[in-house]
């Protein structure tokens, strides 16, 4: 693994000297070797383990080669304490990095963007170093790579991923397929940015970025037959409707075919009716179909819980045991995501040992506030060149207020059929005007508004 972490090391020293030779005409590379040497030092130090193998690691790649060379041992740099404290460098823009992005601000470079790109390599290559990276180095690395994407935001830089002028996205907003299709393959900074336009959902996108980093830093290591942890495709998913639960399936499902851990990266969604039969021996085979139709993707189970709900002589339970078998012979190219509200889905798990074994990861998908509502509600109608004036969004606000948020409350679903309404009466309203303006065609007033 040293080597690969060698190699992303003088990766990052070459991308950033020749980035700035570009912008200042000279060689820098005694400042990006210590640029290096700052992120590596910080990833280190982000769990305060300071093993032999990332001190030994950072002084063979980095250390020898900083002005002067620090070559010591990982004993000496241990005694020392020299890399303590040094966690806190990632939780602001560096010097280099804020040079960056203000240059890109005023010429519309990327230069950022290649800052962004290797840095984040070599932030996984450090934590690859050790056999199981800890869960305070995978946070560190998203709080990281959070603060750099936010200090492009605030200079108006484009993520990667994202061209200058991306709209945002909404969970949600648009129906993934129902078939199996294999979509084009995309980078993992395009569906990342992707998951980061999604309205609302804070800690969902960081369950599945911390995800996404661990499955990064063990791919590194299979790549260099070094000894890697199983890490589970298969999660359970528990929210009321509405919260994004099938976005996130189909974009994990895509960042995992680009990861490799699946062949194809499609989403099958599906639920207790299309599993289970009426008659006895149906079910498996039934099941079986639906499985191997997503097989190289994901299943999204919709409504999970009804395959546990049926008793002893239901045949949900033939489902499930057709679900953990089929699971347990294509662990390599299946992605299971289990979605229902919270106490079923514990009670679903617990039906099985095999479930309860391979379901470890559970993501909470929380009801969305009023004002991330009435943003899902503006991205929906905007695509449909419709937009608010005042008195309709003031109209709105208060339609969802008294929406009951109890059990089984849409969110988007809700606001999506509040925004089918308006279109409705705003239809019947100008029916009567004989030739209506561009702005009348498009502006949904407080008439236009009522609850679903």
Not at 1 to 29: C, I, K, P, Q, Y
Not at 389 to 397: Q, S
Request: with cysteine; proline share 4%.
């Amino acid at each position: 693994m040293a080597d690969v972490f060698e190699e992303r090391a003088d990766e990052f020293v070459a991308a950033m000297n020749s980035t700035l030779r570009e912008l200042a005409g000279a060689d820098h590379v005694v400042e990006c070797t210590i640029e290096a040497a700052n992120l590596v030092s910080a990833c280190i130090d982000a769990d305060g383990r300071h093993t032999d193998r990332e001190l030994d690691s950072w002084t063979s790649a980095l250390g020898r080669k900083l002005t002067p060379p620090m070559i010591l041992t990982a004993k000496r740099l241990r005694d020392d304490d020299t890399l303590g404290g040094s966690k806190a460098w990632l939780t602001t823009p560096s010097t280099m990095f804020d040079l960056l992005v203000k240059a890109d601000a005023k010429d519309g470079g990327r230069r950022a963007n290649t800052y962004y790109t290797h840095a984040l390599e070599l932030a996984h290559a450090t934590a690859a170093l050790d056999l199981v990276p800890s869960a305070d180095e995978i946070a560190a690395i998203d709080r990281y790579r959070t603060m750099l994407l936010t200090t492009m935001d605030d200079h108006g830089v484009p993520r990667p991923g994202r061209p200058a002028a991306a709209a945002a996205s909404t969970a949600g907003a648009a129906a993934p397929p129902t078939e199996v299709e294999l979509p084009p393959e995309r980078s993992i900074e395009d569906l990342l940015a992707e998951l980061d336009a999604l309205v609302g959902l804070d800690h969902v996108k960081t369950e599945v970025r911390r995800l996404t980093s661990l499955l990064r830093i063990q791919e590194l290591r299979a790549a260099r037959d070094l000894p890697t942890m199983e890490t589970s495709k298969h999660l359970v998913f528990t929210g009321n409707p509405g919260t994004g639960k099938t976005t996130v399936a189909r974009l994990l499902s895509q960042i995992f075919r680009t990861l490799d851990v699946v062949s194809k990266g499609h989403l099958v969604e599906t639920d207790r009716s299309a599993l289970v039969a009426g008659y006895v021996g149906q079910t498996a085979t039934t099941t079986r179909k639906v499985l191997e139709s997503a097989l190289g993707g994901t299943l999204l189970i919709d409504e999970a819980y009804a395959l546990a709900r049926g008793g002893e002589n239901d045949f949900g339970l033939e489902a499930v045991d057709t679900i953990v078998k089929f699971m347990e012979d294509h662990r390599d190219d299946l992605s299971v995501v289990a979605a229902g509200y919270p106490a079923e889905m514990v009670e679903l798990i617990d039906s099985n040992p095999g479930l309860k074994s391979r379901f470890t990861r559970t993501i909470e998908f929380p009801d969305y506030d009023t004002v991330e509502l009435i943003a899902i509600f503006r991205l929906i109608s905007e695509r449909k060149e419709y937009h608010l004036d005042g008195g309709a969004a003031a109209k709105l606000a208060d339609v969802i207020e008294a929406e009951p948020r109890g059990r089984g409350f849409g969110n988007a679903r809700f606001v999506r059929n509040v925004f089918e309404g308006a279109v409705g009466l705003h239809a019947l309203r100008l029916a009567d005007v004989a030739d209506p303006t561009d702005e009348q065609l498009t502006t949904l007033t407080a008439a236009d508004i009522e609850p679903a």
